[in-house]
């Protein structure tokens, strides 16, 4: 990346354009704000926001994000490919150096959010703030823990509990957060629904187990389901041998009814189909 020290966008005259410190670089942020836009951050203090695209002469302008109802500032830069050029002289307010690292945290907290549905936000702040905080770097390179742990928390909403058993599945949160071979089956009996959940790989195993053993869990699931089964096995690799849960079942009732249901339907082995019970 370079600094180029002129530029053809008509919208600035050359002669706004102030010389730059040669070390100055800029870096395009991917989805560092809320609403997914792209950010420009120089690496002398300074954010900017996408103004426009010209395709004729294949440049991009970007203004200074520091634009409220106190102030708008009237900074520009022009993008060029990968060469950038500002006139940086003309902000309304104060740089605020190590942003750049600031940005970087953000950004990296928010894509981790994305891809850990079921993390803790705690869990990803800290590991990202393990990775890039630098204590060396000024204030503005570190942003404010409870913004990043609100930020990864608002990333992450999940569908609502249902209230009764009159709901939809939300395949697409399914399919796309968690795996989208992980719901097998759904089960109903009567006004019960059961669903199965076990990814190819937890199936397989369960093909060749020798023994299933079958457990309920009943404080994790939420009103009107009843209990977690999970149907487990030994799983052995190299010299280890383990107990692991291979399929899940989300049960509305415990009837010996359900449970038949519930047990003979993984072992067919069956793609995905709503079986109903009269
Ligand atoms: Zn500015």
Known sequence: MYVRRSFDEPSVHPE????????????????????GKR??????????????????????????SVRN??????????????????????????????IDKGLVITTKVN?????????????????????????????ASRPDYTNLLRNCNRRRQRPKDPTDMDFELDM???????SSSFFRAEVRNGERRH????????????????????????????QRFYQLLSI???????DDMKQLPLLFAVMAGKTSEDYTQVIVLPLQFVPLRIFTYA
């Open 111 to 139: 894509a981790e959010s994305d891809k850990n549905m079921f993390e803790s936000a705690g869990s990803i702040v800290e590991k990202i703030l393990r990775e890039e905080a630098d204590d060396r770097l000024p204030e």
């Open 195 to 222: 669903l199965i959940f076990a990814t190819d790989q937890q199936l397989q195993l369960l093909k060749k187990a020798k023994t299933w053993y079958i457990d309920g869990t009943f404080k994790v699931v939420r």
């Open 39 to 64: 950010k420009l951050v120089s690496s002398n203090g300074f954010t900017y926001v996408h103004k426009r695209f010209n395709p004729t002469k294949q440049t991009t302008i970007w203004r200074c």
């Open 172 to 178: 697409a949160f399914i399919n796309e957060k968690i």
């Open 69 to 98: 109802k106190k102030s708008t500032c009237p900074a520009i830069v022009v993008q060029c490919g990968h060469s950038f050029v500002s006139n940086e002289c003309d902000h309304s307010h104060q740089a605020k150096p190590g």
């Open 16 to 35: 706004d354009v102030g010389v730059l410190e040669a070390e100055v670089t800029f870096s395009l942020m991917e989805s560092s704000s809320q609403r």
């Open 232 to 238: 487990h096995s030994f799983v052995r690799s190299g």
